[in-house]
Antibody
Framework: EVQLVESGGSLVQPGGSLKLSCVAS????????MDWVRQTPGKSLEWIGE????????NYAPSIKDRFTISRDNAKSTLYLQMSNVKSDDTAIYYC???????WGQGVMVTVSS | DIQVTQSPSSLLASLGERVTITCQTS??????LNWYQQKPGQAPMLLIY???SLQTGMPSRFSGQYSGRSFTLTITSLEPEDIANYFC?????????FGGGTKLELK
């Protein structure tokens, strides 16, 4: 059974940093591109970015503007999202997904507030 | 970037009613669109992939069609468990983009 389990969500102050993790199981992680997606409190979904199978290529949504970095460790079947200089607009539930959107994690909440 | 316009944003329907939700893309994406169902407190769940293919385990009352840049999700006969939010996603090119969502409620 495919499982994606995110962790690392928390309350963080504006301007701060946070790193999210997503542990994958039930499939050969190193064979799949992976994405991060977020859902705001108003329920809108926003694609954050993607990473290729070996981690050598990433694409990001223009709105992220170099503040977030996606990486992966195939040996640990783990996807990461490094968030820097966070803003209140970054408050959302963050999901990891396989590129193409067939499987999603349960999501993790990030709240940006002073 | 490819824009995805989803309509309606909310929908009141009766049990047994036929329900249709539409996504229109700003550019041609072939069939690279998925539909998702999301219930409160849960992650989105894949319903339809590549515009017309029903995800394994999803009820056959759900179907997807497309013509050009217009994509539709149809529920042939609304059941109580179908009350949820519905989203579409274009995965033709980066940045991937979502429709704004449809909140389906009981009349």
């Amino acid at each position: 059974e495919v499982q994606l389990v995110e962790s690392g969500g928390s309350l963080v102050q504006p301007g701060g940093s946070l790193k999210l993790s997503c542990v994958a199981s039930g499939f050969t992680f190193s064979n799949y591109w992976m994405d991060w997606v977020r859902q705001t409190p108003g329920k809108s979904l926003e694609w954050i970015g993607e990473i290729n199978t070996d981690g050598s290529k990433t694409n990001y949504a223009p709105s992220i503007k170099d503040r977030f970095t996606i990486s992966r460790d195939n040996a640990k079947s783990t996807l990461y999202l490094q968030m820097s200089n966070v803003k209140s607009d970054d408050t959302a539930i963050y999901y990891c997904t396989r590129t193409g959107g067939d499987y999603w994690g349960q999501g993790v909440m990030v709240t940006v507030s002073s | 970037d490819i824009q995805v316009t989803q309509s309606p944003s909310s929908l009141l329907a009766s049990l047994g009613e036929r329900v249709t939700i539409t996504c229109q893309t700003s550019q041609s994406i072939s069939n690279n669109l998925n539909w998702y169902q999301q219930k409160p407190g849960q992650a989105p769940m894949l319903l339809i992939y590549y515009a017309t293919s029903l995800q394994t385990g999803m009820p056959s009352r759900f179907s997807g069609q497309y013509s050009g840049r217009s994509f539709t999700l149809t529920i042939t006969s609304l059941e109580p468990e179908d009350i949820a939010n519905y989203f579409c996603l274009q995965h033709y090119s980066a940045p991937r983009t979502f429709g704004g969502g449809t909140k389906l409620e009981l009349k």
